[in-house]
Protein backbone atom coordinates (compact mmCIF):
# COMPACT_ATOMS: atom_id res chain seq x y z
CA UNK A 1 0.00 0.00 0.00
CA UNK A 2 1.53 3.11 -0.98
CA UNK A 3 1.14 6.43 1.35
CA UNK A 4 -1.47 7.58 -0.69
CA UNK A 5 -4.08 5.31 0.25
CA UNK A 6 -3.86 6.85 3.79
CA UNK A 7 -6.43 9.04 5.24
CA UNK A 8 -3.34 9.88 8.05
CA UNK A 9 0.26 8.63 7.83
CA UNK A 10 2.56 9.57 10.18
CA UNK A 11 6.23 8.55 10.10
CA UNK A 12 8.91 8.59 13.01
CA UNK A 13 7.41 11.75 14.52
CA UNK A 14 8.75 13.61 17.88
CA UNK A 15 7.64 16.10 19.50
CA UNK A 16 10.49 17.77 22.62
CA UNK A 17 9.15 19.57 25.48
CA UNK A 18 12.14 20.79 27.14
CA UNK A 19 14.01 17.64 26.23
CA UNK A 20 11.81 15.69 27.39
CA UNK A 21 9.81 13.60 24.10
CA UNK A 22 6.23 13.34 24.39
CA UNK A 23 5.92 11.95 20.67
CA UNK A 24 9.00 9.36 20.51
CA UNK A 25 9.17 8.34 17.00
CA UNK A 26 5.98 7.30 16.13
CA UNK A 27 4.44 5.53 13.49
CA UNK A 28 0.40 5.84 12.76
CA UNK A 29 -1.81 5.03 9.82
CA UNK A 30 -4.56 5.66 9.63
CA UNK A 31 -6.98 4.58 6.45
CA UNK A 32 -10.06 5.88 4.92
CA UNK A 33 -13.17 5.66 6.34
CA UNK A 34 -11.39 3.84 9.68
CA UNK A 35 -12.77 4.89 13.03
CA UNK A 36 -9.81 4.83 14.90
CA UNK A 37 -10.02 4.68 18.92
CA UNK A 38 -6.64 5.53 21.02
CA UNK A 39 -6.05 4.27 24.30
CA UNK A 40 -3.49 4.89 26.92
CA UNK A 41 -2.61 6.09 30.18
CA UNK A 42 -2.48 9.53 31.34
CA UNK A 43 0.38 11.79 29.98
CA UNK A 44 0.84 8.91 27.27
CA UNK A 45 0.94 11.91 24.58
CA UNK A 46 -2.81 10.93 23.14
CA UNK A 47 -3.67 14.41 23.39
CA UNK A 48 -0.09 16.37 22.34
CA UNK A 49 -0.76 13.38 19.05
CA UNK A 50 -4.12 15.23 18.21
CA UNK A 51 -2.61 18.89 18.92
CA UNK A 52 0.63 17.77 16.26
CA UNK A 53 -1.73 16.69 13.71
CA UNK A 54 -4.63 20.05 13.79
CA UNK A 55 -1.48 22.12 14.56
CA UNK A 56 -1.71 23.45 17.72
CA UNK A 57 1.63 22.32 18.33
CA UNK A 58 5.25 21.98 16.26
CA UNK A 59 6.66 18.58 15.66
CA UNK A 60 10.36 18.35 16.48
CA UNK A 61 11.04 16.00 13.83
CA UNK A 62 9.21 13.43 11.62
CA UNK A 63 6.51 13.51 9.20
CA UNK A 64 2.57 13.81 9.55
CA UNK A 65 0.76 13.27 5.85
CA UNK A 66 -2.62 13.96 5.31
CA UNK A 67 -3.55 12.16 1.64
CA UNK A 68 -0.36 12.67 1.22
CA UNK A 69 0.27 15.90 2.02
CA UNK A 70 2.70 17.01 4.40
CA UNK A 71 0.92 18.96 7.13
CA UNK A 72 4.24 19.66 9.57
CA UNK A 73 5.01 22.91 8.43
CA UNK A 74 1.32 24.12 7.29
CA UNK A 75 -0.55 26.97 9.62
CA UNK A 76 -3.24 25.13 11.38
CA UNK A 77 -6.23 27.62 9.87
CA UNK A 78 -4.57 25.89 6.10
CA UNK A 79 -5.11 22.15 7.60
CA UNK A 80 -8.71 23.29 8.55
CA UNK A 81 -9.20 23.98 5.17
CA UNK A 82 -7.53 20.98 3.89
CA UNK A 83 -10.35 19.14 5.80
CA UNK A 84 -9.07 18.35 9.22
CA UNK A 85 -11.19 19.06 12.54
CA UNK A 86 -10.89 18.96 15.90
CA UNK A 87 -12.66 19.00 18.87
CA UNK A 88 -11.15 19.63 22.25
CA UNK A 89 -11.96 18.77 25.84
CA UNK A 90 -14.26 21.43 26.79
CA UNK A 91 -16.90 22.26 24.58
CA UNK A 92 -16.93 25.96 22.55
CA UNK A 93 -19.96 26.83 21.80
CA UNK A 94 -21.76 30.21 21.62
CA UNK A 95 -24.21 29.73 24.83
CA UNK A 96 -25.98 32.96 23.81
CA UNK A 97 -26.58 31.88 20.25
CA UNK A 98 -29.50 28.83 19.69
CA UNK A 99 -28.37 25.41 18.05
CA UNK A 100 -29.81 26.62 15.33
CA UNK A 101 -27.01 30.06 14.70
CA UNK A 102 -23.76 28.06 15.80
CA UNK A 103 -24.43 25.40 13.06
CA UNK A 104 -24.91 28.13 10.96
CA UNK A 105 -21.68 30.42 11.99
CA UNK A 106 -20.01 27.00 11.64
CA UNK A 107 -20.67 26.74 7.77
CA UNK A 108 -17.32 27.37 5.95
CA UNK A 109 -18.23 30.59 4.19
CA UNK A 110 -19.49 32.36 7.50
CA UNK A 111 -16.97 31.15 9.95
CA UNK A 112 -16.69 34.38 12.11
CA UNK A 113 -19.00 35.66 14.13
CA UNK A 114 -18.94 39.09 12.17
CA UNK A 115 -18.88 37.43 8.98
CA UNK A 116 -21.90 35.29 9.69
CA UNK A 117 -23.88 38.41 10.78
CA UNK A 118 -23.70 39.74 7.60
CA UNK A 119 -23.73 36.36 5.71
CA UNK A 120 -27.37 35.93 4.44
CA UNK A 121 -28.45 32.78 5.18
CA UNK A 122 -29.44 31.15 2.44
CA UNK A 123 -30.90 27.61 1.07
CA UNK A 124 -27.60 26.07 1.06
CA UNK A 125 -26.64 26.61 4.45
CA UNK A 126 -30.46 26.16 5.94
CA UNK A 127 -30.06 22.52 4.15
CA UNK A 128 -26.63 21.71 5.40
CA UNK A 129 -27.80 22.78 8.95
CA UNK A 130 -30.84 20.42 8.93
CA UNK A 131 -28.33 17.18 8.10
CA UNK A 132 -26.22 17.74 10.77
CA UNK A 133 -28.50 18.91 13.01
CA UNK A 134 -30.55 14.89 12.54
CA UNK A 135 -26.87 13.93 12.95
CA UNK A 136 -26.42 15.13 16.27
CA UNK A 137 -30.02 14.45 17.23
CA UNK A 138 -30.73 18.21 18.02
CA UNK A 139 -33.17 19.00 15.20
CA UNK A 140 -35.94 19.33 17.34
CA UNK A 141 -34.01 21.76 19.08
CA UNK A 142 -32.87 24.19 16.70
CA UNK A 143 -34.47 27.83 17.91
CA UNK A 144 -33.17 26.66 21.49
CA UNK A 145 -30.23 28.98 23.00
CA UNK A 146 -27.51 26.72 23.28
CA UNK A 147 -26.31 27.75 27.15
CA UNK A 148 -29.76 25.54 27.91
CA UNK A 149 -28.79 22.30 26.57
CA UNK A 150 -27.77 19.47 28.42
CA UNK A 151 -23.68 19.06 29.06
CA UNK A 152 -24.18 15.62 26.60
CA UNK A 153 -26.24 18.19 23.78
CA UNK A 154 -23.51 20.90 24.09
CA UNK A 155 -21.07 17.88 23.22
CA UNK A 156 -22.99 17.21 20.18
CA UNK A 157 -23.10 20.57 19.17
CA UNK A 158 -20.00 21.12 18.89
CA UNK A 159 -19.46 17.63 16.61
CA UNK A 160 -22.04 19.15 14.42
CA UNK A 161 -20.20 22.46 14.44
CA UNK A 162 -17.42 20.86 13.16
CA UNK A 163 -19.51 18.41 10.84
CA UNK A 164 -20.76 21.89 9.18
CA UNK A 165 -17.44 22.13 7.83
CA UNK A 166 -17.39 18.93 6.38
CA UNK A 167 -14.33 17.70 7.00
CA UNK A 168 -12.67 14.70 6.12
CA UNK A 169 -10.62 14.02 8.98
CA UNK A 170 -12.31 14.30 12.52
CA UNK A 171 -10.63 14.51 16.08
CA UNK A 172 -12.32 13.90 19.17
CA UNK A 173 -10.40 14.01 22.65
CA UNK A 174 -12.58 12.19 24.72
CA UNK A 175 -16.05 13.10 23.67
CA UNK A 176 -18.21 10.95 26.38
CA UNK A 177 -16.72 12.58 29.59
CA UNK A 178 -18.95 13.77 32.26
CA UNK A 179 -22.19 12.34 30.17
CA UNK A 180 -24.89 9.74 30.99
CA UNK A 181 -25.32 6.66 30.22
CA UNK A 182 -28.24 6.92 27.71
CA UNK A 183 -25.92 9.92 26.19
CA UNK A 184 -22.79 7.29 26.08
CA UNK A 185 -25.26 4.98 23.87
CA UNK A 186 -25.94 8.05 21.51
CA UNK A 187 -22.61 9.62 21.11
CA UNK A 188 -21.41 5.69 19.64
CA UNK A 189 -24.40 5.50 17.25
CA UNK A 190 -23.20 8.98 16.59
CA UNK A 191 -20.04 8.33 15.46
CA UNK A 192 -21.26 5.37 13.93
CA UNK A 193 -22.78 7.28 11.72
CA UNK A 194 -20.73 10.06 10.79
CA UNK A 195 -17.51 7.92 9.80
CA UNK A 196 -19.22 7.46 6.73
CA UNK A 197 -17.49 9.27 4.21
CA UNK A 198 -14.76 10.55 6.56
CA UNK A 199 -11.87 9.10 8.94
CA UNK A 200 -12.41 9.94 12.68
CA UNK A 201 -9.67 9.40 15.23
CA UNK A 202 -11.21 9.31 19.00
CA UNK A 203 -9.44 9.48 22.21
CA UNK A 204 -11.23 7.55 24.89
CA UNK A 205 -10.94 5.37 28.13
CA UNK A 206 -14.32 3.81 28.67
CA UNK A 207 -13.35 0.60 27.52
CA UNK A 208 -17.04 -0.67 27.09
CA UNK A 209 -17.80 2.69 24.31
CA UNK A 210 -14.26 1.76 22.98
CA UNK A 211 -15.28 -1.72 22.06
CA UNK A 212 -18.75 -0.26 20.28
CA UNK A 213 -17.17 2.30 17.92
CA UNK A 214 -13.71 1.13 17.35
CA UNK A 215 -12.83 -0.46 13.73
CA UNK A 216 -9.09 -0.92 15.41
CA UNK A 217 -7.69 0.31 18.72
CA UNK A 218 -4.36 1.71 19.05
CA UNK A 219 -2.24 1.95 22.62
CA UNK A 220 0.15 4.28 23.22
CA UNK A 221 2.52 4.69 26.05
CA UNK A 222 5.02 7.26 26.95
CA UNK A 223 4.79 8.65 23.69
CA UNK A 224 5.45 5.46 22.00
CA UNK A 225 2.75 2.69 20.16
CA UNK A 226 2.52 0.26 22.74
CA UNK A 227 0.20 -2.16 20.81
CA UNK A 228 -2.60 -1.77 17.80
CA UNK A 229 -5.22 -3.87 16.21
CA UNK A 230 -8.75 -5.29 16.78
CA UNK A 231 -10.45 -4.47 19.88
CA UNK A 232 -9.97 -8.36 21.16
CA UNK A 233 -6.12 -8.74 20.37
CA UNK A 234 -5.21 -5.45 21.86
CA UNK A 235 -7.06 -6.05 25.30
CA UNK A 236 -5.28 -9.63 25.53
CA UNK A 237 -1.69 -8.28 25.13
CA UNK A 238 0.13 -9.02 28.33
CA UNK A 239 1.47 -5.22 27.68
CA UNK A 240 -1.65 -3.63 27.42
CA UNK A 241 -2.80 -5.22 30.47
CA UNK A 242 0.49 -4.37 32.63
CA UNK A 243 0.65 -0.62 31.86
CA UNK A 244 -2.91 0.21 31.15
CA UNK A 245 -5.99 -2.08 31.41
CA UNK A 246 -5.35 -4.22 34.51
CA UNK A 247 -5.55 -0.25 36.73
P1 LIG B 1 -2.52 12.25 27.41
O1 LIG B 1 -3.47 13.04 26.58
O2 LIG B 1 -2.19 10.92 26.85
O3 LIG B 1 -2.97 12.14 28.84
P2 LIG B 1 -0.72 14.47 26.92
O4 LIG B 1 -0.53 14.43 25.46
O5 LIG B 1 -1.65 15.51 27.44
O6 LIG B 1 -1.13 13.04 27.46
O7 LIG B 1 0.68 14.71 27.62
C1 LIG B 1 1.82 13.90 27.37
C2 LIG B 1 2.99 14.43 28.15
O8 LIG B 1 3.47 15.63 27.57
C3 LIG B 1 2.66 14.77 29.59
O9 LIG B 1 3.76 14.38 30.39
C4 LIG B 1 2.49 16.27 29.58
O10 LIG B 1 2.80 16.83 30.82
C5 LIG B 1 3.48 16.68 28.51
N1 LIG B 1 3.09 17.91 27.79
C6 LIG B 1 2.02 18.06 26.99
N2 LIG B 1 1.96 19.29 26.45
C7 LIG B 1 3.04 19.96 26.94
C8 LIG B 1 3.58 21.29 26.77
N3 LIG B 1 2.98 22.18 25.97
N4 LIG B 1 4.72 21.58 27.44
C9 LIG B 1 5.33 20.69 28.22
N5 LIG B 1 4.91 19.43 28.43
C10 LIG B 1 3.77 19.06 27.80
MG1 LIG C 1 -5.35 13.92 27.01
Known amino acids: MSNTDFAI ?25 ELRVIIGP ?17 ATAGSIKFKNIELT ?9 LGIGRKFQTPSIYENLTVFQNLEVSFPKGRSVMGALAFKCNDEVKAR ?12 RLDLEAGLLSHGQKQWL ?6 MQSPELLMLDEPIAGMSARE ?3 TAELLQR ?8 V ?6 FVKRIAHKVTVMHQGKILAEGPMAKVQADPNVIDVYLGH
Open 203 to 208: IEHDME
Open 42 to 58: NGAGKTTLLDLICGKTR
Open 73 to 81: KMAEFKRVR
Open 129 to 140: VQVVAEDIMLAD
Open 158 to 163: EIGMLL
Open 194 to 201: ICKGRSVI
Open 184 to 186: REL
Open 9 to 33: AIEDLTVSFDGFKAIDGLNLYIDQN
